[in-house]
């Protein structure tokens, strides 16, 4: 079955920027897969930040970013803030097989 | 502005089939595909399944031999049943909008989300 694999936990200052990744088990992430991402606090659903890749939503801060990276996607916060602090999925489209969500990273702004 | 309401029993047995429904307002359920995320208290988000009106649909392979998803278009509602469910079926449960095109792929908006526990 296919996995996709995101870092369990991450921690940052707030002003620093940090690069969350989302990986696939078979092989290279490519814009095919369009990635997403989702940002979720406690208590909250969901919140779609990134379509496709690189696509921001009209709610989504500019400091919130989209690309491929090293055969992975990846979400790049810049500036962080502490209302930053989330569970962050991804998600990737195998076309008919569906879609797969990453296990989802913890950040922590400390 | 679209908006996405699931409604359906908070509680089951062990061993039942609990059924869920999406009520969609704001944009026609023949539009886009309907898709259906779950996510257990303390885990990560799974997704169940997508469906489109004229029959097009995809399943979790984990989940596929229990779920069903269908599309009432007179009512502008889908819906999710789950049979033969266990105690790891508690989760919420989240109905939302899934748009595809040649170049894009997006999944907004999302419902509140339904919370559905699993009685043994």
């Known amino acids: 079955q296919t996995v996709v694999n995101q870092e369990p936990s991450l921690t940052v200052s707030p002003g620093e920027t940090v690069t969350l990744t989302c990986a696939s088990s078979t092989g290279p992430v490519t814009n095919n897969y369009q990635p997403n991402w989702f940002q979720q606090k406690p208590g909250q659903g969901p919140r779609p930040l990134i379509y496709?890749?690189?696509n921001k939503y009209s709610w989504t801060p500019a400091r919130f970013s989209g690309s491929l990276l090293g055969g992975k996607a990846a979400l790049t916060l810049s500036g962080v803030q502490p209302d930053d602090e989330a569970d962050y999925y991804c998600l990737l489209y195998y076309g008919g097989a569906g879609v797969v969500f990453g296990g989802g990273t913890k950040l922590t702004v400390l | 502005q679209v908006q996405l309401q699931e409604s359906g029993p908070g509680l089951v047995k062990s061993s039942e089939t609990v059924s869920l429904t999406c009520t969609v307002s704001?944009?026609?359920?023949?539009?886009?595909?309907w898709s259906w995320v779950r996510q257990p208290p303390g885990k990560g988000l799974e997704w169940i399944g997508h469906t489109f009106f004229g029959g097009s649909i995809s399943y979790n392979p984990s989940l596929k031999s229990r779920v069903t998803i269908s599309v009432d278009t007179s009512r502008n509602q889908f819906s999710l049943n789950l049979n033969s469910v266990t105690t790891a079926d508690t989760a919420m449960y989240y109905c939302?909008?899934?748009?595809?095109?040649?170049?894009?792929?997006?999944?907004?908006?999302w419902g509140q989300g339904t919370l559905v526990t699993v009685s043994s």
């Open positions: 704001g944009d026609s359920i023949s539009n886009h595909f």
């Open positions: 939302a909008r899934l748009i595809v095109d040649s170049q894009h792929l997006r999944i907004d908006p």
């Open positions: 496709s890749t690189n």
